[in-house]
């Protein structure tokens, strides 16, 4: 699945996960990056 830029409607590529702790729970964030406008993206991994 390509992921689209909420910015540009770009293609974005991922770049890095990182953990992060939301609520006392750790959720995992891939952040990907726009080839179009630069922009970064967090989603969360599921």
Do not use: D, N
């Not at 990182?18 to 080839?35: A, D, L, M, P």
């Amino acid at each position: 699945m390509v992921e689209v830029c909420p910015h540009c409607g770009g293609k974005l590529i991922e770049k890095h996960e990182e953990v992060q702790e939301v609520r006392r729970e750790e959720i995992v964030f891939i952040f990907y990056r726009c080839v179009s406008c630069g922009k970064w993206t967090k989603k969360e991994k599921t």
